[in-house]
């Protein structure tokens, strides 16, 4: 069974950082360009940033300069690490395939949020 299990969230103020952590089953990570998505309240979910299985990254305007996505293959992990953390960062974060081809089944994901 296909499973991603995101971590890392918490409170920051603004102009923090964390770092998270997404686990992928073998099965998807191994084949498929990863991404990080973002929901905020009463806002539809947003890939945020995407890393290819050779390493090529892509990212939204709103997060170019501040976040870097990465992958550990052995691990079947992609991390997001998020500096310069703005409030309108806030959202759950989510990490699944990206490009095409269908998404796997989402995770819980992990609540970040950004005080002013």
């Known amino acids: 069974q296909v499973q991603l299990v995101e971590s890392g969230g918490g409170l920051v103020q603004a102009g923090g950082s964390l770092r998270l952590s997404c686990a992928a089953s073998?099965?998807?990570?191994?084949?498929?360009?990863m991404g990080w998505y973002r929901q905020a309240p009463g806002k539809q979910r947003e890939l945020v940033a995407a890393?290819?299985?050779?390493?090529?990254?892509n990212y939204a305007d709103s997060v170019k300069g501040r976040f870097t996505i990465s992958r550990d293959n052995p691990k079947n992990t992609v991390y997001l690490q998020m500096n310069s953390l703005k409030p309108e960062d806030t959202a759950v974060y989510y990490c699944n395939t990206a490009g095409r081809g269908p998404r796997a089944s989402w995770g819980q994901g992990t609540q970040v949020t950004v005080s002013s």
């Open positions: 890393i290819t299985t050779g390493g090529s990254t």
């Open positions: 073998r099965s998807i990570f191994s084949i498929n360009a």
